[in-house]
């Protein structure tokens, strides 16, 4: 069974961090483009950020560059999202997802999605 789990959402002040982790089961996260995604309550979902097939590039959304970094763990088949100087509009569920494609620019499908982690930034 092909599964992505999210995990280490949760309750931040503003200014504080997070690391969110994309674990995968039953396929190779190496061999794929993973997305970091966010929804907000009663907006649409956007791209956070992106790592290519073999990590040979990554971008991020301008909301979010210079504060968050995405990596990749081959050996715990993981891609993480470290999310620092948090803001309460990064307030969201996030979401990996997965794509048997090379890079994250083009027509990038998604076709594997986790079920979202909740992070919420306030004081």
């Known amino acids: 069974q092909l599964q992505l789990v999210e995990s280490g959402g949760g309750l931040v002040q503003p200014g504080g961090s997070l690391r969110l982790s994309c674990a995968a089961s039953g396929f190779t996260l190496n061999y794929y483009v993973i997305g970091w995604f966010r929804q907000a309550p009663g907006k649409e979902r956007e791209g956070v950020s992106c790592?290519?097939?073999?990590?040979?590039?990554?971008n991020y959304a301008d909301s979010v560059k210079g504060r968050f970094t995405i990596s990749r763990d081959n050996a715990k088949n993981t891609v993480y999202l470290q999310m620092n100087s948090l803001k309460p509009e990064d307030t969201a569920v996030y979401y990996c997802?997965?794509?048997?494609?090379?890079?994250?620019?083009?027509?990038?499908?998604?076709?594997?999605w986790g079920q979202g982690t909740q992070v919420t930034v306030s004081s």
């Open positions: 790592i290519s097939r073999g990590d040979r590039s990554t």
């Open positions: 997802a997965a794509s048997p494609g090379f890079y994250c620019s083009g027509d990038v499908s998604w076709g594997y």
